[in-house]
């Protein structure tokens, strides 16, 4: 049926029997190979295919989980109207129409404030470096600078943060996030698992930022890690190109139960 390794082609056959499937995918270095300035970024056509596809069947519901913010995540990579959304990490939802915005308290408000002043300090002075701001939070990217710029402002940033009581801080690939809304994509799993009545989940990601979604995973779930690092996932592909594949046998097998 496919190229993928036997082991991750017969778990594959065995998610796809599932009563009800949630496919939560995280979109940069998933969906969508990563680029040098995040606005730049697409999803695969052969991956976007196949989540619209698996979105259409009977029982099974598709959502992102990235650390974008949620007008970031909407404008990349188009998702359709039933894929379900979790952005920043988890701070920003979209469940449906009826769903909540994110709203700061006055408290957050003020640290979110300060965290941004100290990471615009940063990155004024590392050049190639810049901020992104978030809803609840704000991020220093670091990918365009070079190396030693790039470990200099990573540690100036995160001592600068350390020092404001209430932040998350958290590292990701040439990226520092911080927040002020204390969650994780382990969180959002485990809303969208209760909120679709998911029988078991297939999570896909990349970075270090997506271990607690791994980490958040049940037997007879099934984690993919995409590329190369340690990671609590059971199953590893090369590439976003490569995962295309394991979405579209996924497709094949769950269209074949119904």
């Given at each position: 049926m496919s190229g993928l390794p036997a082991d991750l082609a017969q778990a594959l056959e065995q998610l796809a029997a599932a009563q009800t499937l949630l496919v939560a995918l995280d979109f940069d270095g998933v969906l969508a190979p990563l680029v040098e300035h995040a606005d730049d970024a697409r999803p695969l056509p052969g991956s976007a295919a196949a989540v619209r596809d698996l979105a259409a069947l009977p029982d099974t519901f598709t959502a992102m989980i990235s650390g974008r913010a949620l007008d970031s995540l909407r404008r990349a990579a188009t998702p359709e109207?039933?894929?379900?959304?979790?952005?920043?990490?988890?701070?920003?939802?979209?469940?449906?129409?009826?769903?909540?915005?994110?709203?700061?308290?006055?408290?957050?408000?003020?640290?979110?404030?300060?965290?941004?002043?100290?990471?615009?300090?940063?990155?004024?002075?590392?050049?190639?470096?810049?901020?992104?701001?978030?809803?609840?939070?704000?991020?220093?990217?670091?990918?365009?600078?070079?190396?030693?710029?790039?470990?200099?402002?990573?540690?100036?940033?995160?001592?600068?943060?350390?020092?404001?009581?209430?932040?998350?801080?958290?590292?990701?690939?040439?990226?520092?996030?911080?927040?002020?809304?204390?969650?994780?994509?382990?969180?959002?799993?485990?809303?969208?698992?209760?909120?679709?009545?998911?029988?078991?989940?297939?999570?896909?990601?990349?970075?270090?930022?997506?271990?607690?979604?791994?980490?958040?995973?049940l037997p007879g779930d099934l984690g993919v890690k995409i590329g190369p690092g340690e990671t609590r996932a059971s199953y590893r592909v090369d590439s976003p190109e490569a995962f295309t594949e394991v979405l579209q046998t996924l497709l094949v097998l769950r269209r074949d139960r119904h």
């Open positions: 109207p039933e894929t379900l959304l979790i952005g920043s990490h988890g701070a920003e939802a979209w469940t449906g129409p009826n769903a909540q915005p994110l709203q700061l308290t006055p408290e957050q408000a003020q640290l979110l404030a300060r965290a941004r002043a100290a990471v615009e300090e940063v990155a004024a002075s590392h050049p190639g470096t810049w901020l992104e701001a978030k809803p609840a939070g704000v991020v220093l990217h670091t990918r365009s600078a070079a190396d030693d710029i790039a470990a200099a402002a990573t540690e100036a940033a995160r001592a600068r943060l350390s020092a404001i009581d209430g932040v998350q801080i958290t590292d990701g690939k040439r990226v520092l996030e911080t927040s002020v809304v204390h969650t994780n994509k382990g969180e959002g799993i485990r809303t969208l698992r209760t909120l679709t009545g998911a029988a078991a989940v297939l999570f896909a990601g990349d970075d270090v930022t997506d271990e607690n979604g791994f980490a958040a995973l």
